[in-house]
């Protein structure tokens, strides 16, 4: 164990290796499994058990290829789910992993289905290969039904074993940093201004934006060792925060983007949190929150050592110019004048919920057309 208490390789070479783990089933994803380094790494453990390996296909997790891994898993029958990749890969072994079937999946989903019913089937143990989500320690997944996003929450969903091993996270590729890691710092400043934050979800999210600002840029533009053992820490940080806290308004619309242009998550998620900070922070005494708004805004203030909101506006697209995160909506094929109301139509009403100051689609619409 080192200074930041997760584990190394060599714990997880000893985790897999055990000899009641006879059957394994593996979720990765060809390209990650291959540049992270980890097929090098794993393969050989693997050698002493019997295998099946899934290849995830789909860019973001969806209800079609869920039945697919539902129904391989169910078969295979393993003693364990080991998931290597990233959010997607992590999200589909989260729920495959549950004592659940095919028979009427969609409607569980959609419902929404409480999975606090459901008990865990297989265990799992989540190996992320990038620096982002969180996802190794959260209790909900994400999985898309026809272009919209639906989230499947409780304990059952949380993985039982994740190892963070920032080899494997700096072979990622510069979208993918760059993506990855805006998702951990906006679920920080998320997660310390969200209605559901308590005492130790504002520890966590503190922690974690205090890593990423100092980190994300140099993990993404010149990545070390180093900068990608601290951002693992972050997202890892991030992930705990938002478990708690849940996110906001940002992450409500991002998913719409997601699905109907393929920009990425933590992309997506990046084009509208300034927005709505501002938003926030301009409607003050609106707050529906049990806290100090004011206070949580100076907070954040702090750890970007900035003054105020607008400092902070410029910080955050500096930030994304920096990273090569696109913020104009055009150059991303988004035309907001002919596309709001298939945007409108994707927003996640539950995430809404937890914004500070209360949004009607109106709001929404007018900061999309204003942007």
Do not use: C, W
Not at 146 to 157: F, I, L, Q, T
């Amino acid at each position: 164990m080192n200074k930041y208490n997760f584990q190394d390789l060599k714990d997880l070479k000893k985790f897999i290796g055990q000899k009641n783990f006879k059957k394994i089933f593996l979720i990765t994803g060809r390209n990650s499994f291959n540049k992270s380094g980890a097929k090098n790494i794993i393969e050989p453990i693997l050698k002493s058990k019997i295998v099946n390996i899934y290849f995830k296909k789909s860019n973001y997790p969806e209800l079609e290829e869920l039945k697919q891994i539902l129904n391989k898993i169910n078969q295979f029958n393993p003693d364990l789910i080991l998931a290597i990749g990233g959010g997607a890969v992590i999200d589909y072994a989260k729920i495959a992993r549950l004592n659940i079937d095919n028979s009427d999946l969609k409607k569980k989903i959609i419902t929404p289905y409480k999975l606090d019913n459901l008990k865990k089937k297989f265990k799992l143990a989540a190996v992320p290969t990038t620096a982002g989500s969180g996802a190794e320690v959260t209790e909900n997944a994400v999985i898309y039904i026809k272009d919209k996003k639906y989230s499947v929450e409780g304990r059952a969903v949380k993985p039982d074993y994740f190892f963070l091993i920032p080899k494997f996270i700096l072979n990622s590729s510069k979208i993918i940093k760059s993506s990855a890691g805006f998702d951990a710092i906006s679920q920080a400043i998320e997660s310390l201004i969200s209605n559901r934050s308590t005492k130790q979800s504002v520890i966590y999210a503190k922690q974690s934006l205090e890593l990423s600002l100092n980190n994300y840029q140099s993990f993404v533009n010149k990545p070390n060792y180093d900068n990608t053992t601290k951002m693992s820490v972050a997202a890892n940080l991030s992930g705990k925060a938002i478990s708690i806290s849940k996110t906001t308004a940002p992450h409500a619309l991002s998913y719409p983007f997601t699905a109907h242009f393929g920009i990425p998550h933590g992309h997506a998620v990046s084009l509208t949190l300034n927005e709505f900070l501002k938003f926030n922070y301009e409607n003050l005494t609106n707050s529906i929150s049990s806290f100090d708004l004011k206070e949580r805004y100076k907070i954040i203030f702090n750890l970007a050592n900035v003054n105020n909101i607008s400092d902070l506006d410029l910080l955050l697209n500096k930030i994304k110019i920096n990273t090569g995160l696109e913020n104009n909506f055009k150059k991303l094929g988004v035309s907001i004048t002919d596309d709001y109301r298939k945007i409108l139509s994707g927003v996640n009403i539950q995430r809404l919920k937890n914004n500070p100051i209360k949004l009607e689609i109106n709001d929404i619409k007018k900061i999309l057309l204003n942007k």
